[in-house]
């Protein structure tokens, strides 16, 4: 009841909002249409200038309004067009077979794979040479999605708590009777969204982060080098999902009719478009957006999706759980052994790859290799210290709440540039560099 009531009323406001924009805007045209025929009253100014400054500003908003409001109704000329030979096609494919389709894809797999057997044994986890002069250049490599500027149309954005209760919510609108005249976009995290099969078995989600950006990365870095030669190149394919023309075919075929997530990845996986991205490229057209809490109340997670708040409808579904989600959203908890173990990682790191990485690389390492070890210095255990014994102290260390600069004097970090260390991590991929030498080589802890 409570679903059925938010889609009726919020689509119903949305459905008369957009209507009356357009009479608003047909209104707009006939006033300005009847005053280009009326003549300008005496002036200072001569009457030939007055009339060439004014009909020139009312033909441009004339034009300006008739150029959207054909451009979105040629968006829902083609979408029904699309709709209508998709339904031909899955006619026809019921009584098609599908076998040399799955020989071609078995045949490309096993030549992707033969190529990556090629490669050199320990490539994808050296870190790349960094050029800190370029911090401030806008084109960041490690940037997760390139800026789209289609103009959005006002929306609807929907968040809950749960990527279950969402998926019931998109359930709700496809029974309701808006649910054929609705563009609707749900948007999840790429662990729930991922169809590349050698991303989704890292199952963290942090580690198919890593791994998605660092497969973009490979893509852009490709369209670069495709006329230079190298020995290298054949490792660095990058994702065969993220593909511009796919994802913009992708983008029509969802918003066509309501999808739910099941549905999105189904559709991703036929068209070989990455639905996470696919999804987010569908943004700018849809008139209700479902996301969780944390797409929505993130700022740098809302700016990479291309969420655009301003002008438009918000609804939150269980609004008290807000609170708890922003605290966890911008807090995290660290312990001790963490802090250890990643020093210990990072230190035969360091010393196994020394010889490969460039100088700014290993600097970077260093003063990475001192914060961490400024942080342990805040513990009173040492690093050998067992889980057991960690939190035997745990219980019998006093707590202490203090502020930044004061906690940056007493760590003796106050003279490290953290903004360009953390800047560093994000483009350099560091962690993911170094989980993917713990995976392989299985480090233990080193003990002091």
């Not at 076998?99 to 490539?123: F, G, R, S």
């Not at 559709?267 to 969780?292: H, M, T």
């Not at 759980?321 to 959203?329: A, D, Q, Y």
């Not at 312990?335 to 990072?346: D, M, V």
């Amino acid at each position: 009841g409570k679903s059925l009531s938010l889609i009726c009323g919020a689509l119903t406001w949305l459905r008369d909002f957009n209507e009356n924009a357009e009479t608003k805007l047909k209104t707009a045209v006939d006033e300005i249409d009847c005053a280009s025929n009326t003549t300008t009253p005496e002036s200072s100014v001569p009457s030939w200038v007055s009339e060439v400054a004014s009909n020139r500003a009312k033909k441009m908003l004339l034009e300006q309004a008739q150029a959207e409001q054909e451009k979105e109704e040629r968006y829902a000329d083609r979408l029904k067009r699309l709709k209508e030979q998709r339904h031909r096609k899955q006619q026809k494919r019921k009584h098609e077979s599908e076998e040399n389709e799955n020989d071609k894809i078995e045949e490309q797999l096993t030549a992707e794979l033969n190529e990556a057997n090629k490669k050199d044994e320990d490539d994808d986890i050296i870190l790349h040479e960094y050029h800190s002069d370029n911090e401030l250049d806008k084109n960041d490599a490690s940037s997760d999605e390139e800026e789209l500027d289609e103009v959005h149309v006002t929306k609807i954005y929907y968040c809950s708590r749960t990527h279950s209760q969402l998926d019931q919510f998109v359930k709700e609108v496809k029974k309701s009777s808006f649910g054929a005249s609705t563009r609707v976009v749900s948007l999840g995290s790429r662990l729930n969204l991922c169809v590349n099969e050698d991303v989704k078995t890292l199952r963290s989600i942090s580690r198919v982060n890593d791994r998605c950006l660092e497969l973009q990365k490979l893509k852009k870095g490709k369209k670069k080098q495709e006329s230079q030669s190298n020995k290298k190149s054949k490792s660095k394919n990058g994702c065969p999902y993220y593909d511009h023309q796919r994802l913009q075919n992708y983008k029509d075929l969802i918003l066509m009719e309501v999808k739910d997530v099941e549905e999105l990845i189904s559709i991703g996986e036929e068209v070989e478009a990455c639905p996470y991205y696919g999804s987010r490229y569908a943004i700018p057209k849809a008139e209700l957006v479902v996301l969780p809490y944390n797409m929505l109340l993130h700022q740098a997670t809302r700016e990479a999706c291309g969420i655009k708040l301003k002008g438009n409808i918000v609804i939150i579904d269980e609004a008290h759980n807000l609170i708890e989600t922003i605290s966890n959203i911008h807090s995290v908890e660290i312990s001790g052994i963490q802090i250890s173990r990643a020093n210990s990682q990072l230190l035969q790191y360091r010393d196994r790859y020394k010889s490969r990485l460039k100088a700014k690389n290993l600097m970077y390492v260093k003063q990475i290799l001192q914060v961490l070890s400024c942080l342990l210095a805040c513990f009173d255990k040492s690093p050998q210290n067992t889980d057991g014994q960690q939190e035997e102290s745990k219980q019998k260390a006093d707590v202490k709440l203090l502020k930044i600069n004061d906690f940056l004097f007493t760590t003796k970090m106050d003279n490290i540039n953290l903004f360009k260390i953390k800047r560093y991590c994000e483009r350099s991929m560091i962690s993911k560099k170094l989980n993917g030498f713990v995976d392989r080589y299985n480090t233990t802890l080193l003990l002091k």
